[in-house]
């Protein structure tokens, strides 16, 4: 059987990409960034996007599964853009041949759901559109738990951080959550059961409250917490909340806000029927298994890992640091502190290991970027020691990794123009770069007014990520 896994770089993806490959399966990638599919030497890595129709049919030659897991929620025009590109994909699948889609969707109903819902059950209608030339199978399914998870994250935030929570009235509306162990589960049998056509297979474990969650969460973490509903707090007010107590960004929030309104519901027994083997576990364990992976340093993936396909492949980044009008480098000698001790602290940078200095000015320029609509500092990282190429780190992304030598992230925080910061280990050298392309006037006045907060904070980063690395090699 082959298989084409699209949004293979994505938070369900990745897990589904490390069960497909214990499978007995030939496993195909689709990834508009391919860089970050580097390690995947059991995989076929093809360079693709959705939008260019000439790519997917090179994807889909020769496959008889397609799983869909593609989303523009990023961008503005995201319902449109949606359509356009189930619509190249289900034309692009039918004509190579392609036995079956497999689409994960929302689960919902179409008259009451959010516009982000609407998309979502949109894509399942054009996928499933013509079913005497390919079958879809179609599984919805609604809040998902696990480490790494836009919904678990916000819920655990929440928790952790707020022992009173005054809430919007829609923390009392149904749902039903699953597990994303689960989840993988469905996708992986969703390959073998034998169809007659299309069916949609919702999923999800026990019904509760938004509210319910939130508690279950708060007993999981031994916490005690209060939650008052108000029918005061609006949805924009309420996704502003979002924006700065979870590592979430407002237009993340937002949609996801807009979703509470409405019950997710199971509409179906196809779960049941076609799939008998797969009992859901319960909330509460699915929250606990969240919570170990993420005690243990063993998140998966996670819900801001995908997004860095598009940018990476805009004309624009394409010469990488070398358009970048100012830079401010920083070189030192490694006088023998070892190149692997020197990596692995430059890469463990972000997150709960902060920016090795001046953590004040950093959580200002975080709490900046987050009232301006950026992603901020507490978007954190997936893994306190290791990274991916693709992966966010805090505000940034990384752009480039190469072992025991270099590091390059690319800012997503809100900045007028482009910035790049990298560290670099070149022979018995070790140089931090920060570029900067400005945009316009305004870009130029910036890098000139933070010019001596930067002089502070990057001297004192490569000062400190030397003493560490020794620090390291004496161990
Ligand atoms: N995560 C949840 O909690 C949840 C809950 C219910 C249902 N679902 C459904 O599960 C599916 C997957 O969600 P997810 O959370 O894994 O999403 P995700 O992490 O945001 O990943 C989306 C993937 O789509 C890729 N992509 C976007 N535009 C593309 C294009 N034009 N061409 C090719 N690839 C493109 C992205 O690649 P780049 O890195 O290149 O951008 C990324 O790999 C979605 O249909 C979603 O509705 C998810």
Redesign the pocket.
């Known amino acids: 059987m082959k298989i084409l896994l ?9 897990r589904l990409k490390e069960k497909l490959l214990g499978e007995d399966v030939s496993l195909r990638l ?4 391919p860089k ?1 599919m580097t390690s995947d030497i059991k995989a076929e890595v093809f360079q ?4 260019d129709v000439g790519s997917l049919e090179r994807a889909l030659e020769g496959i008889d599964i397609v799983y ?7 961008e503005e025009n995201y319902r449109e ?1 949606d359509k356009l ?1 189930a619509h190249n994909f289900l034309n692009a699948a039918i004509k190579q041949g392609v036995k079956r889609i497999v ?5 919902g109903v179409k008259e009451h759901a959010s516009t982000h819902l609407v998309s ?1 059950i949109e ?1 399942g209608e054009i996928l499933s559109s013509k079913p005497l030339e390919i079958e879809t199978l179609w599984i ?5 738990i696990g480490s790494g ?3 678990f994250e916000i819920i655990r935030h929440l928790t952790e951080k707020l022992p009173v929570m005054v809430t919007p009235k829609w923390v009392k509306t149904l749902a039903q959550p699953i597990g994303v162990d689960d ?1 993988i589960s469905y996708l992986v049998s969703a390959k073998d059961i034998v169809l007659v056509g299309n069916i949609i297979v919702d999923i999800g474990s026990e019904m509760m409250t938004y509210k319910e969650m939130m508690i279950g969460c708060a007993h999981a973490l031994g916490l005690k917490r209060w939650i008052f509903p108000l029918p005061i707090l609006t949805i924009k007010l309420s996704s502003h909340w979002l924006n700065f107590f979870t590592p979430v960004p407002y237009s993340v929030a937002r949609s996801l806000i807009e979703g509470l309104s409405s019950e997710v519901i199971i509409q179906n027994d196809n779960a049941a029927k076609y799939f008998p083997s797969i009992a859901p576990e319960s909330y509460e364990s699915a929250v606990k298994q969240a919570i170990l992976e993420m005690e243990k340093n063993q998140v998966f ?1 996670r ?1 801001s ?6 940018d ?1 492949l805009e004309k624009e980044f394409k010469n990488d640091t070398a358009e970048a009008l100012f830079l401010d480098r920083q070189k030192c000698l490694l006088d023998g502190v070892s190149k692997e001790a020197l990596y692995s602290v430059f890469c463990s940078i972000g997150g709960d290991e902060g920016w090795f200095g001046y953590s004040w000015l950093w959580e200002i320029r975080g709490t900046m970027d987050k009232m301006i609509g950026g992603a901020g500092l507490n978007r954190g990282r997936r893994d306190t020691y290791s990274l991916r190429v ?1 992966e966010s780190v805090d505000f940034w992304r990384v752009e480039d990794l190469k072992k025991n030598e270099r590091l390059l992230l690319r800012a997503q925080m809100k900045v007028p123009g482009k910035a790049w910061l990298e560290f670099r280990i070149k022979e018995d050298e070790f140089i931090q770069t920060a570029y900067f392309y400005p945009k316009g006037l305004f870009g130029r006045f910036y890098w000139f007014l933070l010019a001596p907060i930067h002089y502070l904070v990057f001297q004192d980063m490569i000062r400190s990520i030397m003493i560490k690395a020794k620090k390291l090699d004496e161990l």
């Open positions: 699209t949004g293979a770089n994505g938070y369900i993806g990745r689709l990834a508009r960034n970050s693709g996007d959705s939008f869909y897991l593609i989303h523009s929620l990023q853009l590109s689409y994960l969707g929302g689960l979502r894509t919805r399914a609604g809040v998902i998870s836009s919904s989840v993936s819900w890992d995908a997004g860095g396909g598009k990476a693709g």
